[in-house]
């Protein structure tokens, strides 16, 4: 492998150019957190929690934060037609009779946390949103104000919901009723002291940090709640400081993750703003660090990418939220924990996935895509990954979401059609990839990575290595994947026996083929017509099968992909390949 340039050096010791990424456990949660977990919920059903809820509630508000993002239009103007609409999934607002156990997970967590107050305020004025809040408040307060239950009383959902409650008070504290305004502040007060008890026991990354957020937000709203928002802020270090890594990523490593956790700290310092307060200086480095990592994941149109479950949410609404943030800064390059590597060249942009799939504990729908890479030009898709596990409408298919998460559905090599990390039924990660090895050269001529990873050791005996090479003027993507025997590693070897592959490079929407006589290269068109690559292999038979991608709105498209077909030896094999830009 070649040496990386000095600047590249990790600063944990680790030997210039080379890294060990471990996944830390594909089993879940452990026994333990489990019973915490258990322990913690059961304590919401007992005397000595309504106990703790009692105290001294406030009058009013000290302030009303600004919330600095533009909400979802179809979602605002779907609550002005009296439906509540998230990822396809609608109810109408006279028949939400909360609590509803036929809601989804995801559009309960929507619900619960307000967040629809955000897209509401967008499409309307206060006159016209008030009455469309107060409505769904109403019945909100009617199931939950006494009564602790789950998920409404989940920590990091009453973490958002104060955000959101004191972020767009006029909304819900407009109305001349002074037993419902009563009833409103008295709800925030005792959501504020639940969250004293159990912020720091809710599960570790975003969540935690939500949770976090809404102990602080309540100090700085509250009357009397100095000592509650120096509790909070240190809370919130803590949390922060095991969501994020040094580089910026989230633990999940989800973009989707990253943009909520920047919009969460970027609402936080907006309500410091409204008190006139300074806020710490851990929310100004950690979001800088944030939005830096978010843009390395991004392609040159500033869209980003389908990582993790991801949507990817086009470059406007990426511009709009990373203004709101006021940070300036450039794409990471190298995002080593993260686990993403960017190469760029003229308006060729590449995001290679080099990491393990996340913990269990750490994120929900983690994807097994590991040395999947995404090729844009000018912004224009021309490799992707189907993308959307996480984010695609609820009403699609039940088995679509688990096959969005597979290898196969990501710009890599598949091994003995499985997973290179294995996803169990109930949609937990099981053992795969463990290990990633990582090479990273910058010349002059070109920019050239080299990753392999253990993910079919166990059951195959062979390492996936990927080298992906990119020229200065952006024009050329050389790539090879190799199979290499592990029997040295500690791997089975050639036990196996001969093995099938295949290496998928699922194409951007829009992108017209037509293969060669040949049978080994292909020409594509990109939608705007102005470009066309050409793709060539050697060492596979090269496919033209369908596809499919999930766009930002959670749409699925029909796509196309180009599939290269072989047999493995227990020696292993290399396939090579090629995207040129012919125009």
């Known amino acids: 492998m070649t040496d990386p340039l000095p600047e590249d050096t990790a600063p944990d010791g680790i030997e210039a150019g080379k890294r060990l990424i471990r996944q830390s456990g594909g089993k879940g949660l452990s026994l333990a957190e489990r019973l915490s977990e258990r322990l913690e919920r059961l304590t919401w059903r007992t005397p000595f929690h309504a106990l703790r809820l009692?105290?001294?509630?406030?009058?009013?508000?000290?302030?009303?934060?600004?919330?600095?993002?533009?909400?979802?239009?179809?979602?605002?103007?779907?609550?002005?037609?009296?439906?509540?609409?998230?990822?396809?999934?609608?109810?109408?607002?006279?028949?939400?009779?909360?609590?509803?156990?036929?809601?989804?997970?995801?559009?309960?967590?929507?619900?619960?946390?307000?967040?629809?107050?955000?897209d509401l305020s967008s499409v309307a004025t206060r006159a016209t949103a008030a009455p469309i809040a107060e409505a769904i408040m109403r019945q909100w307060l009617a199931a939950h104000e006494t009564r602790v239950s789950d998920p409404a009383w989940r920590a990091d959902l009453w973490g958002r919901r104060l955000l959101f409650w004191t972020a767009h008070a006029p909304l819900i504290l407009s109305s001349t009723d002074l037993v419902y305004r009563s009833k409103v502040l008295h709800a925030l007060a005792r959501g504020a002291r639940h969250l004293d008890n159990s912020a720091a026991k809710v599960a570790a990354g975003v969540p935690r940090v939500a949770a976090w957020c809404g102990v602080v937000a309540a100090g700085l709203m509250i009357p009397g709640g100095d000592p509650r928002r120096v509790f909070g802020e240190a809370g919130l270090a803590r949390a922060l400081g095991t969501a994020v890594f040094e580089d910026g990523g989230t633990l999940g490593r989800s973009p989707a993750d990253q943009l909520d956790l920047i919009q969460l700290l970027t609402m936080l310092r907006e309500t410091y703003a409204a008190r006139r307060m300074e806020a710490p200086d851990m929310l100004g480095d950690t979001l800088t660090r944030l939005v830096a990592a978010l843009l390395g994941v991004c392609h040159s149109d500033g869209g980003l990418g389908s990582w993790q479950g991801s949507v990817p949410i086009p470059g406007e609404r990426i511009e709009q939220i990373v203004e709101a943030t006021g940070v300036r800064t450039r794409?990471?390059?190298?995002?080593?924990?993260?686990?993403?590597?960017?190469?760029?060249?003229?308006?060729?942009?590449?995001?290679?996935?080099?990491?393990?799939?996340?913990?269990?504990?750490?994120?929900?729908?983690?994807?097994?895509?590991?040395?999947?890479?995404?090729?844009?030009?000018?912004?224009?898709?021309?490799?992707?990954?189907?993308?959307?596990?996480?984010?695609?409408?609820?009403?699609?298919?039940?088995?679509?979401?688990?096959?969005?998460?597979?290898?196969?559905?990501?710009?890599?090599?598949?091994?003995?059609?499985?997973?290179?990390?294995?996803?169990?039924?109930?949609?937990?990660?099981?053992?795969?990839?463990?290990?990633?090895?990582?090479?990273?050269?910058?010349?002059?001529?070109?920019?050239?990575?080299?990753?392999?990873?253990?993910?079919?050791?166990?059951?195959?005996?062979?390492?996936?290595?990927?080298?992906?090479?990119?020229?200065?003027?952006?024009?050329?993507?050389?790539?090879?994947?190799?199979?290499?025997?592990?029997?040295?590693?500690?791997?089975?070897?050639?036990?196996?026996?001969?093995?099938?592959?295949?290496?998928?490079?699922?194409?951007?929407?829009?992108?017209?083929?037509?293969?060669?006589?040949d049978g080994l290269a292909a020409f594509l068109r990109l939608p705007d017509g102005r470009a066309v690559w050409q793709f060539r292999c050697r060492g596979a038979a090269l496919a033209v099968e369908d596809s499919l991608w999930i766009d930002g709105e959670g749409q699925p498209h029909g796509t196309r992909q180009l599939v290269l077909t072989g047999v493995a030896q227990p020696g292993g094999v290399g396939v090579g390949w090629r995207f040129h830009r012919a125009r």
């Open 331 to 517: 794409p990471l390059r190298q995002a080593r924990d993260w686990g993403y590597q960017r190469l760029s060249a003229g308006k060729t942009v590449v995001v290679l996935d080099a990491a393990p799939p996340p913990a269990n504990r750490q994120a929900t729908g983690g994807c097994a895509s590991t040395l999947a890479f995404e090729l844009s030009d000018a912004g224009q898709r021309i490799v992707v990954n189907c993308g959307g596990a996480n984010g695609a409408l609820l009403t699609l298919p039940p088995g679509l979401a688990p096959a969005l998460r597979t290898t196969a559905a990501h710009s890599t090599l598949v091994l003995g059609d499985s997973n290179s990390t294995a996803i169990h039924a109930d949609g937990a990660l099981g053992r795969g990839v463990g290990e990633v090895e990582l090479s990273r050269q910058e010349t002059d001529e070109l920019s050239r990575i080299e990753a392999s990873h253990d993910g079919y050791v166990r059951r195959l005996g062979l390492i996936h290595r990927r080298c992906i090479t990119l020229s200065t003027d952006g024009r050329d993507l050389v790539g090879e994947d190799t199979l290499l025997a592990a029997s040295a590693r500690g791997g089975s070897g050639g036990k196996h026996g001969d093995v099938g592959f295949a290496i998928r490079f699922h194409l951007g929407l829009g992108v017209e083929v037509a293969p060669t006589a």
């Open 54 to 118: 009692r105290g001294k509630h406030p009058l009013k508000l000290i302030a009303v934060a600004d919330d600095p993002f533009f909400g979802e239009v179809e979602r605002g103007h779907a609550l002005l037609d009296g439906v509540v609409l998230f990822r396809g999934e609608a109810v109408p607002i006279a028949a939400l009779s909360l609590p509803r156990p036929s809601f989804s997970t995801p559009f309960a967590e929507y619900l619960h946390s307000f967040a629809w107050l955000r």
